[in-house]
């Protein structure tokens, strides 16, 4: 399957029933909505010791292929893929779930950063959460609630001057 992303992204659009089209905020959310739906998240792999390769070839195979679902980095890299085949421009974060955890815990999850032409904003994408995942792009904006298909997000910065979602 090696080459140049568009037939990944072919593959990938065709296994949730959707159409090729520019990208934009509304189509980066029906992208999002529709991964969600279809692909299941888990983290089985990982508590049973599997050896996960984040390979594109047997990441999309164990997702889209075989539908065994996954957890964040191997989501978030196949949907940043996907969207970096539709000519997208966006970049890979690493973050930290503090939700029920210490805010000292390591950063151990993945998601994307989405510039969409023509907007002057940047926004979080993520598909790697499960049911805690927005539903769509979320602007980052530091200091202010922001509802997203209700959900409420806030963005701020620790005392070590990290991002905090």
């Known amino acids: 399957m090696e080459d140049d992303g568009s037939q990944l992204t072919a593959r990938y659009l065709s296994s949730l029933g959707l159409e090729k089209a520019k990208v934009s905020l509304e189509y980066v959310s029906e992208l999002q909505r529709a991964h969600l739906r279809k692909f299941s998240f888990n983290n089985i792999g990982v508590l049973l010791g599997r050896d996960l390769n984040l390979d594109l070839d047997p990441l999309f195979d164990r997702i889209v292929t075989k539908g065994q679902g996954g957890y964040c980095f191997e989501h ?13 421009k966006v970049s890979m974060m690493m973050g930290k779930v503090t939700r029920e955890v210490s805010s000292e815990s390591p950063r151990a999850h993945r998601f994307t950063v989405l510039k ?28 202010e ?15 070590y001057g990290e991002t905090v979602f």
Not at 76 to 88: C, R, T, Y
Not at 116 to 143: A, K, M, N, W
């Open 116 to 143: 969409v032409s023509g907007d002057e904003r940047t926004y979080l994408v993520d598909v790697g959460y499960g049911p805690l995942c927005p539903r769509q792009p979320v602007p980052i904006v530091f200091g």
């Open 76 to 88: 978030n890299k196949l949907f940043m893929e996907v969207l970096q085949g539709l000519g997208a």
């Open 145 to 159: 609630e922001i509802e997203v298909r209700g959900g409420f997000y806030r963005f701020e910065r620790n005392e």
